[in-house]
């Protein structure tokens, strides 16, 4: 497992083999590896899974720090799953939303990171610790609670989120241009939902559907689990 | 009235005579007498985090300038899922140039990337009139580790030509992220650069070990190549000792003889205990000391000495004024402790040996050290001395000790103008402390320390027999939990005078049989709490550059012998 052969080929006297080269540096480099690169296409397996399809581009700016920065739309409707929120909606004091179904819409992404290994301005591989904003739009079908009637459903309710997370991760090298990487996130996110109504009692005792037209407002812990991948360029 | 005057002219003469005393005094408080260390300080400078150095290699002094050479590190994070797995590799060399005062004048970086592929980096050298950045490379295809040389401009720092492909070895699937094979040392006139490969120069598993010690032979390959780049001679395979050998050290000469010590261990008899006498029996068990000497035109010469001899550490210098190479080790005990200092000398030229020479430090010699008591100021306390054996209390009494307790470091080997020795031992040893935590639950977890103590600092005088003359003492203790680092302590020489440094203290050590003292050095103006490392890096004989780094700064001191 170990060692040079014994005493078989033991060479005594100079080889030509041996002499220094300078010919031929990139035949001995050439190890499957590729070189160092400083650019990233990522494809986030976790957002396809929530419908949320496209790609983000990053690069370090400034020493270890670097951006990502990402547009995805939504063709289909629900597809998987959707993001974790730790409470569903449940905020306010008379109303509480349920998801039912999501479709359409679009999403941006912006995520500055700080890389604590890796090479400075190379992206072949790293560990960081980063922020992400993501801003989504969709439309949804939700179910609206109110704290007087029971469930009110609605359909193509217009919405939007907006989510602030506390992240970790890292991506190493997969081959010579190709990387793989998991992140992890945590952090908050708020919901508005546009014109929604729900139901209530009047003043008989009487259920009435209530209108309301401005925007609904809901807070939601998130947490987020996503695997990566990327191509060097 | 006259006796009035007589008293007064007693009192002048009395205040003269003090007068006359107190700025001899006063100056010699305030100047650092003959035989002193120098100390130069310079001003902490800031460093950018991206430029910060993880340790620092070699360091050179052309013309009234010094260049201290670190590398930078930086760390792959593999994951896997919810772990993260970092490895540490070496990258680009930083190249800091120096005044004579220690202060910061300029900062080069080589970087450590060949063509867009990431090399690590390994040491500079100095080969011929330029200087020679050396990295290493494992291609994980080829399966092989390779060796690679820059040259470099000494005055402008920068590349010249392409980088080289100076030497090879084969690596295994499990070695894809294996430190240096290779081993580079460069002979004393800057001409000649001598590589190695051998595996003891990485650690190896348990299961290696046993595997290379159940091999017939050991082998390594070698690599003489002069300021040119042309090969002089190579070797690829070339035996020395059983599979079980230890490299010790490696020295080429200014003509190109290459030297190589290793250690070879006892091997038990295999199957049933034979009936061979008793010597056959030795034979086939012994530990000894294996040398080769190879001409630059290929030949070899296989010697060997200390049979039988067990040791804790052994060491080898070339003289350049007699071309004789000195090794010298210390002689096992078994019992904790170094007995004796085993010395051989071999001209490297003609291979001739000199007469072995085996000094056991007896009773008398460590009954007086044991005597010895640290300096009235010293914070050092003296070390407890060994606890008996309780088995053998009963025993018949085993008299006084002919071992010094703890001593099983060698340090460096240097040689007088006589061409006797001086050569530097240490006190070490390790504990290890267990410590127990409750969580809320009452669950206890353990988990161990291992402390590693640097002892005191023993110098030994050793005449051409390998007799010893004399000894030097100074008490010492530092601990660590960070790992060992093999010694705390540097030495420099020259005329006749003996100087050891610590990060802390230093001082001239007087081979006189008694303690001599060192003193601490200027108080460092770096903030000592951030301090990450301290680290002494040879120049030469008579001078060495200290530099401590904090998060965000570097100090170098210059230390140097003065010479009167």
Redesign the interface.
């Known amino acids: 497992?170990?060692?040079?052969?014994?005493?078989?080929?033991?060479?005594?006297?100079?080889?030509s083999s041996?002499?220094?080269?300078?010919?031929?540096?990139?035949k001995?480099?050439?190890?499957?590896?590729g070189?160092?690169r400083k650019n990233l296409i990522r494809f986030r397996l976790g957002s396809a899974a929530a419908g949320y399809f496209g790609l983000s581009y990053e690069r370090k700016v400034v020493?270890?720090i670097g951006v990502e920065a990402g547009f995805y739309v939504r063709p289909f409707s629900y597809f998987l799953f959707e993001e974790m929120r730790l409470n569903d909606g449940i905020t306010g004091k008379k109303l509480s939303i349920d998801l039912q179904s999501v479709h359409g819409g679009m999403g941006l992404l912006l995520h500055p990171k700080y890389y604590?290994?890796?090479?400075?301005k190379r992206m072949?591989?790293?560990?960081f610790m980063g922020l992400r904003g993501t801003y989504r739009t969709f439309n949804a079908d939700v179910s609206v609670y109110s704290n007087q009637i029971g469930e009110f459903p609605q359909k193509d309710v217009k919405a939007s989120s907006t989510a602030i997370l506390f992240t970790c991760?890292?991506?190493?090298r997969l081959g010579s241009r190709m990387v793989w990487?998991?992140e992890w996130g945590m952090g908050v996110g708020w919901d508005a939902y546009k014109k929604l109504d729900y139901g209530t009692m009047d003043a008989n005792n009487k259920p009435v559907i209530q209108h309301t037209n401005g925007v609904s407002k809901f807070t939601s812990g998130y947490i987020m689990v996503d695997l990566l991948f990327g191509f060097l360029f | 009235m006259v006796f009035y005057f007589n008293r007064m002219r007693k009192i002048i003469l009395i205040l003269l005579l003090v007068l006359s005393v107190v700025p001899s005094v006063w100056a010699q408080k305030r100047s650092k007498g003959p035989g002193s260390i120098n100390e130069v300080q310079g001003q902490a400078f800031k460093t950018k985090?991206?430029d910060r150095v993880a340790d620092f290699t070699n360091a050179y002094k052309i013309d009234d300038e010094y260049y201290a050479i670190g590398r930078k590190a930086?760390?792959?994070?593999?994951?896997l899922?919810w772990l993260?797995i970092?490895h540490e590799y070496k990258?680009d060399f930083v190249i800091y140039r120096l005044d004579t005062k220690m202060n910061y004048r300029e900062m080069t970086i080589i970087p450590a990337?060949?063509?867009?592929?990431?090399?690590q980096s390994l040491s500079m050298v100095k080969l011929g009139n330029r200087l020679c950045a050396l990295f290493y490379?494992n291609?994980?295809?080829?399966m092989?580790q390779?060796l690679?040389?820059q040259m470099i401009d000494i005055n402008s720092l920068k590349l010249e030509?392409?980088?080289?492909?100076?030497?090879?070895s084969?690596i295994?699937k499990r070695d894809k992220n294996i430190s240096c094979i290779f081993n580079v040392q460069v002979s004393d006139d800057h001409s000649k650069m001598f590589v190695i490969t051998d595996?003891s120069n990485v650690s190896?598993s348990r299961r290696?070990r046993k595997?290379?010690a159940s091999?017939?032979?050991h082998?390594f390959?070698y690599?003489l190549?002069n300021g040119e780049?042309?090969?002089?001679?190579?070797?690829?395979?070339?035996?020395m000792g059983k599979?079980n050998t230890l490299l010790v050290g490696q020295v080429s000469d200014n003509a190109g003889n290459m030297c190589l010590l290793g250690y070879e261990a006892a091997t038990a008899a295999k199957g049933k205990k034979s009936k061979k006498n008793d010597d056959e029996q030795n034979a086939h068990s012994e530990s000894k000391l294996v040398m080769k000497i190879i001409k630059p035109s290929?030949e070899?010469t296989d010697m060997e000495f200390g049979k039988g001899e067990k040791f804790y550490s052994a060491s080898m210098k070339l003289n350049p004024n007699t071309g004789n190479v000195a090794v010298v080790a210390l002689i096992a005990s078994g019992k904790g402790g170094a007995k004796g200092i085993f010395s051989q000398q071999v001209n490297l030229a003609s291979g001739e040996m000199g007469d072995e020479s085996t000094q056991l430090f007896g009773v008398d010699m460590v009954s007086e050290m044991s005597k010895l008591k640290p300096p009235a100021n010293s914070k050092v306390k003296k070390e407890k001395p060994a606890k008996k054996n309780r088995k053998s209390k009963g025993s018949e009494n085993a008299g006084p000790a002919d071992y010094i307790y703890n001593l099983v470091r060698l340090g460096s080997i240097h040689y007088t103008d006589s061409n006797e020795m001086i050569i530097t031992t240490q006190k070490y040893y390790t504990y290890t402390v267990t410590y127990t935590t409750y969580d809320s639950k009452g669950h206890a977890s353990t988990h161990t320390v291992t402390y590693h103590v640097y002892g005191d600092i023993i110098s030994f005088k050793l005449n051409e027999l390998g007799e010893i003359e004399n000894f030097g003492y100074v008490f010492h203790r530092a601990e660590t939990a960070a790992g060992d680092i093999i010694r705390d302590y540097s030495s420099l020489y020259k005329n006749g005078k003996l100087y050891v440094m610590t990060t802390s203290s230093g001082g001239m050590i007087s081979l006189d049989n008694k303690v001599s003292a060192i003193q601490p050095f200027k108080e460092r103006d770096i903030n000592q709490r951030k301090v990450m490392y301290s680290q002494f890096i040879y120049v030469s004989e008579t001078e060495m550059l200290n530099v401590v780094a904090s998060r965000k700064k570097l100090l170098f001191s210059r230390y140097s012998v003065r010479l009167d």
């Open positions: 497992m170990l060692l040079l052969p014994l005493f078989m080929n033991a060479q005594t006297r100079k080889n041996d002499e220094p080269d300078d010919n031929q540096i990139e001995y480099l050439k190890d499957g590896r070189v160092s020493g270890n604590f290994s890796g090479k400075q072949n591989s790293g560990y991760g890292s991506h190493q990487g998991i | 985090r991206n930086h760390v792959e994070v593999t994951s899922i993260f970092g990258s990337d060949f063509f867009g592929h990431d090399v490379f291609n994980k295809k080829q092989r390779y690679f040389a030509g392409r980088p080289y492909k100076i030497a090879e084969p295994t595996r190896v290696e595997a290379a091999q017939k032979g082998t390959s690599w190549i780049m042309d090969l002089i001679n190579s070797g690829k395979n070339v035996k599979g290929g070899q």
